[in-house]
């Protein structure tokens, strides 16, 4: 399988000819989600869910589907009738040939006072991948490639790593990064590769990794 990371909290997989897209959010470039297959949403925030993108995707191939919560696809499905598919925890399909396993049910909590909306995480091939949105869902089954949401308004850098220690991953890359400044990151990579307890890496928009 082929991981490309996109900016944020984008990710594109590639295996057999076909092309799953994983949170094209506005964060992200505007063709993130072009030339896919299937698309999966973990949540409504405009980072991860983008509805321009989305319908482009769609537009430009008409056998593409959308997989998602009810709050994502509440706001699009209209307007692509049995394209968009409604998940939630415990549910798996096949997405564009890729297993799906959906783990999770609400983001992190960002501050008390802020309503924390639904979140989804997606294992992918039995755990060859796992992206888990904005939340540290744990998963029960073991991950090779887990995803890892380094800086967010909702995290810190003990959490990430602690994270990192109860997935146990065979590695890491990072993912949710838009936010993390190009002066800090030797210091995330420093601190969670040192404590993590798994193989961390990093890669640049546009680069590539066979999982």
Not at 130 to 150: K, R, Y
Request: a negative charge.
């Amino acid at each position: 399988m082929k991981l490309t990371k996109k900016s944020h909290a984008c990710v594109r997989l590639e295996k057999d000819g076909r092309t799953l897209v994983i949170d094209p959010g506005g964060f992200s470039e505007q063709d993130a989600a072009a030339g896919a297959d299937a698309i999966l949403v973990t949540h409504e925030h405009p980072d991860h869910f983008d509805e321009g993108r989305l319908r482009a995707a769609l537009e430009a191939n008409p056998a593409a589907g959308i997989w998602t919560l009810k709050a994502v696809a509440e706001q699009i499905a209209a307007a692509f009738p049995g394209r968009v598919h409604t998940v939630g925890h415990g549910d798996t399909f096949t997405a564009a040939g890729f297993e799906v396993q959906v783990h999770g049910e609400l983001h992190a909590v960002i501050h008390p006072d802020i309503p924390r909306v639904t979140n989804v995480g997606y294992l992918i091939d039995g755990g060859r991948v796992f992206h888990p949105g904005d939340a540290l869902t744990v998963p029960d089954l073991p991950v090779e490639t887990l995803m890892l949401p380094v800086m967010a308004p909702w995290n810190k850098i003990a959490e990430v790593i602690d994270y990192v220690r109860e997935v146990r991953p065979q590695r890491a890359y990072d993912v949710h990064d838009a936010l993390l400044t190009d002066l800090a990151r030797p210091i995330y990579d420093r601190q969670i590769g040192a404590l993590g307890g798994t193989d961390h890496q990093r890669l640049v928009p546009g680069a590539s990794a066979q999982v």
